[in-house]
Nanobody, 121 residues
Framework: QVQLVESGGGLVQAGGSLKLSCAAS????????MGWYRQAPGMQRELVAT???????NYADSVKGRFTISRDNAKNTVYLQMNSLKPEDTAVYYC???????????????WGQGTQVTVSS
């Protein structure tokens, strides 16, 4: 059973920092892109950042220059360093991975359970 488990969310004041982690576990053959998405109350889920297995990253305009995505391929883990946080960054943050599980010849999308990030003004 493949799982993505996030950690690192919490409450922080505006201007502060948080670092999210997401570890993929289970029978995994390979992991392609990994990323972070977020969903605020009453809003659609939106992309925050993605990173390829080679380290090429992509960011939403709203977080460029403040957030940094990285990954450790040996640990099947992706990170999101969030600096200069704003109240509008408040949301549930979800980890995503495009990976090939051990029982399949095909890759598919997996999601974590989500971690709450709350930024107070």
């Amino acid at each position: 059973q493949v799982q993505l488990v996030e950690s690192g969310g919490g409450l922080v004041q505006a201007g502060g920092s948080l670092k999210l982690s997401c570890a993929a576990s289970g029978r995994i053959v390979s992991i392609n892109d990994m990323g972070w998405y977020r969903q605020a109350p009453g809003m659609q889920r939106e992309l925050v950042a993605t990173i390829t297995k080679y380290g090429t990253s992509n960011y939403a305009d709203s977080v460029k220059g403040r957030f940094t995505i990285s990954r450790d391929n040996a640990k099947n883990t992706v990170y999101l360093q969030m600096n200069s946080l704003k109240p509008e960054d408040t949301a549930v943050y979800y980890c995503n991975a495009d990976l090939r599980p051990g029982y399949s010849y095909d890759s598919r999308q997996y999601w974590g359970q989500g971690t709450q990030v709350t930024v107070s003004s």
